[in-house]
């Protein structure tokens, strides 16, 4: 996955809303989003990722998609396999009401490497 033993993995992690969260009533919704940010906070400090950027494309994808299922992205160099898969299980351990993250989300990681061309 990466050239240089030891190096950070280069990782996508994609994050997609289910349709629960779509029918959901309002006060779940805002339950969800609410979790959120404490859920993601201190990434760095956490888990020892650099987070490199993120990206929301909420503005031109309403509702839940069958054709691409994820909405938000967060781009971050990870230390190995074992904090990509805790960072995944962010969703599946955040509890909201009566249940947990993973009912209304779902994670998807992509490992990789840093691309060779299509620097700033």
Do not use: H, K, N
Not at 29 to 52: C, I, M, N, T, Y
């Amino acid at each position: 996955m990466t050239d240089t033993p030891g190096a950070p993995l280069r990782t996508l992690f994609c994050i997609g809303v289910t349709q629960d969260f779509f029918a959901a009533d309002d006060a779940t919704r805002a339950s969800v989003a609410a979790a959120l940010p404490p859920a993601f906070d201190r990434l760095a400090e956490r888990f020892g990722v650099q987070v490199l950027g993120t990206m929301d494309d909420d503005r031109l994808m309403v509702g839940a998609s069958t054709a691409w299922p994820w909405t938000s992205y967060l781009l971050a160099d990870v230390p190995d396999l074992d904090t990509v898969s805790r960072i995944c299980g962010i969703v599946r351990d955040t509890e909201v009401g009566d249940g947990r993250l993973w009912r209304y989300l779902r994670i998807e990681a992509r490992v990789g490497r840093p691309l060779f061309f299509g620097t700033a």
